[in-house]
């Protein structure tokens, strides 16, 4: 088409119609800055249509990570839910030692021999939208916000107060390694029994505080899984 103009351009210099040459030429400009208009558009919309795919992509990286997160965090649960119940129950003044010590033996068992789990986050689709600073070009903020605060926020917190709970049970562990290598607990007389209680006390409570941020935790990525799913 560039073609097609210049060389009736060339005619009408030879020609010597100046008027039609100038509209001629006017007409070549208009056309090349179509043309780039057009082509900045084209790129313009690929560019957008790369990015929705990529957001896309995040979004179910996410929600897939999260469903782990969760399956992850209910095994966790799991040990520590009996372990809580355990100590609550060893702790009441109904119970007697000369009276209730097989029911005493069975509920330390539970806590000293049950094990512990701490949840540690799959992070793998958050850290690759952070590195390139991709999250950023999202355009679904009310998704994004509330993302970079699982991550950053909650997350967080559950794992500083897992290795708080880490430590407590590491310090726990080695009082009472003789008991969980054997299974015997000799719990003979009323002042050992209380002993026994106040070595599990600080780990008693870290722990019942971490069982509360895991279930807030499955609250806030519940939420999360239903916003992703509404937003295909």
Same mark, same amino acid.
């Given at each position: 088409?560039?073609?097609?103009?210049?060389?009736?351009?060339?005619?009408?210099?030879?020609?010597?119609?100046?008027?039609?040459?100038?509209?001629?030429?006017?007409?070549?400009?208009?056309?090349?800055?179509?043309?780039?208009?057009?082509?900045?558009?084209?790129?313009?919309?690929?560019?957008?249509?790369?990015?929705?795919?990529?957001?896309?992509?995040?979004?179910?990286?996410?929600?897939?990570?999260?469903?782990?997160?969760?399956?992850?965090?209910?095994?966790?649960?799991?040990?520590?839910?009996?372990?809580?119940?355990?100590?609550?129950?060893?702790?009441?003044?109904?119970?007697?030692?000369?009276?209730?010590?097989?029911?005493?033996?069975? #509920?330390? /068992? @539970? !806590?000293?021999?049950?094990?512990?789990?701490?949840? $540690?986050?799959?992070?793998?689709?958050? &850290?690759?939208?952070?590195?390139?600073?991709?999250?950023?070009?999202?355009?679904?903020?009310?998704?994004?916000?509330?993302?970079?605060?699982?991550?950053?926020?909650?997350?967080?917190?559950?794992?500083?107060?897992?290795?708080?709970?880490?430590?407590?049970?590491?310090? #726990?562990? /080695? @009082? !009472?390694?003789?008991?969980?290598?054997?299974?015997? $607990?000799?719990?003979?007389?009323?002042? &050992?029994?209380?002993?026994?209680?106040?070595?599990?006390?600080?780990?008693?409570?870290?722990?019942?505080?971490?069982?509360?941020?895991?279930?807030?935790?499955?609250?806030?990525?519940?939420?999360?899984?239903?916003?992703?799913?509404?937003?295909?």
């Amino acid at each position: 088409m560039i073609k097609f103009f210049r060389k009736i351009r060339y005619n009408l210099m030879e020609q010597n119609k100046t008027g039609k040459y100038l509209k001629y030429a006017f007409g070549e400009i208009i056309l090349v800055v179509i043309g780039i208009l057009i082509a900045l558009q084209i790129n313009s919309w690929n560019e957008q249509r790369k990015q929705n795919i990529a957001e896309k992509e995040f979004l179910q990286g996410i929600k897939n990570d999260l469903v782990q997160d969760k399956q992850f965090i209910d095994i966790v649960l799991s040990r520590i839910t009996p372990k809580i119940k355990a100590y609550n129950m060893l702790n009441k003044d109904s119970l007697i030692l000369s009276r209730d010590k097989p029911k005493i033996d069975s #509920l330390l /068992k @539970i !806590y000293l021999n049950l094990g512990q789990r701490t949840f $540690y986050p799959i992070s793998g689709s958050y &850290q690759a939208a952070i590195s390139g600073n991709e999250i950023n070009r999202y355009t679904n903020k009310q998704l994004v916000q509330p993302i970079i605060k699982l991550y950053n926020s909650t997350y967080e917190r559950l794992i500083d107060n897992g290795k708080i709970l880490d430590e407590r049970w590491s310090y #726990l562990s /080695k @009082i !009472y390694i003789h008991e969980r290598r054997t299974g015997q $607990y000799h719990v003979v007389d009323t002042i &050992q029994f209380s002993k026994l209680l106040d070595d599990f006390h600080f780990h008693f409570i870290q722990m019942e505080w971490y069982k509360n941020v895991l279930d807030n935790a499955i609250i806030e990525i519940d939420e999360l899984l239903i916003k992703i799913d509404m937003s295909h």
